[in-house]
């Protein structure tokens, strides 16, 4: 059975400081990983996806993540937070055989930008 | 107008109502979704649509019934709901389900209070 968690359900971050969001995934086959974003009273929008290509992955925004198989993790980046990343944000896990389009999500982690 | 687009934004109703959720993808895609985003808990996944024919339903209380009359085009029709149905309601399309690494896009949702 495939999962992801989100190791964080909260993030504080000041403006210009780094962003580090963590995503453990479990899969029992090569999955795909993605990372999405939620601004207050909105969709999910697409920040960036890892399809077993490149294992470093960058996304819209300054964001990226790379996939670590060894760690089975997926952490999301950013060198300098700005204001208008606070949001939430879920890590995805897809893949599992006979149902590769199934979506896994994560509790979510709250993104605080403090000025 | 592009991508997904969900109307109302927001809906308040009474549990005798009977009312209905409109989704519009202007993607081109043939798979589309509905999820429910309930606080403090993942998204849940509700049903599947591929080419216009319904090929997941996750459990979902009859209440909730979905129709899907084109490709495009995604409805979510309810009546005699409960006030645990209160939710954001979102809609997503990708390009065909099944696909390993398929993106999923999302509408902005709409916020549904069941009083």
């Known amino acids: 059975a495939q999962s992801v968690t989100q190791l964080d359900s909260h993030v504080s971050v000041s403006e210009g400081t780094p962003v580090l969001l963590r995503c453990n995934y479990s899969?029992?086959?090569?999955?795909?990983l993605f990372w999405y974003v939620q601004h207050p009273n909105k969709g999910l929008q697409l920040l960036l996806k890892y399809t077993s290509a490149a294992t470093l992955v960058k996304g819209i925004n300054g964001f990226e993540a790379e996939f670590k198989k060894s760690e089975t993790s997926f952490h999301l980046t950013k060198p300098s937070a700005h204001m208008s990343d606070a949001a939430e944000y879920f890590c995805?896990?897809?893949?599992?055989?006979?149902?590769?389009?199934?979506?896994?999500f994560g509790q979510g982690t709250t993104l605080q930008v403090k000025p | 107008e592009t991508g997904v687009t969900q109307t109302p934004r927001h809906l308040v109703m009474g549990m005798t109502n009977k009312k209905s959720l409109k989704c519009e993808q202007h993607l081109g895609h043939n798979a589309m979704y509905w999820y429910k985003q309930s606080a403090k808990k993942p998204l849940e996944l509700m049903f599947v649509y591929n080419f216009k024919e319904q090929t997941e339903n996750n459990s979902v209380p009859s209440r909730f019934s979905p129709e899907c009359p084109n490709s495009s085009h995604l409805f979510l029709h309810l009546h005699t709901l409960q006030p645990e149905d209160s939710a954001l309601y979102l809609c997503?399309?990708?390009?065909?389900?099944?696909?390993?690494?398929?993106?999923?896009?999302f509408g902005p949702g709409t916020r549904l209070l069941v009083l």
């Open positions: 997503a399309s990708s390009q065909v389900r099944g696909v390993l690494g398929e993106t999923q896009y």
């Open positions: 899969s029992s086959y090569s999955p795909s």
């Open positions: 995805v896990v897809s893949g599992a055989a006979g149902n590769t389009g199934k979506l896994i």
